[in-house]
């Protein structure tokens, strides 16, 4: 399903964060090695700015 690794020793589905347009595009897709593994929230939003430019 969209890419995302499963494996019972990490407790399922590993985290993932897409950003999709008005349109239903996907703009970003980032898939976490770990529940820490996330990106910083200001990488997110400048890409939302992106899409609204």
Do not use: H, T
């Not at 593994?37 to 990488?43: A, M, S």
């Amino acid at each position: 399903m969209l890419k995302q690794e499963v494996n019972p020793l990490k407790m399922g589905r590993m985290p993932a964060i897409l950003v999709i347009d008005s349109q239903g595009i996907i703009r970003y897709a980032y898939y976490a090695d770990s529940m820490d593994d996330i990106p910083e929230n200001k990488e997110i939003f400048d890409i939302l700015k992106d899409i609204n430019a």
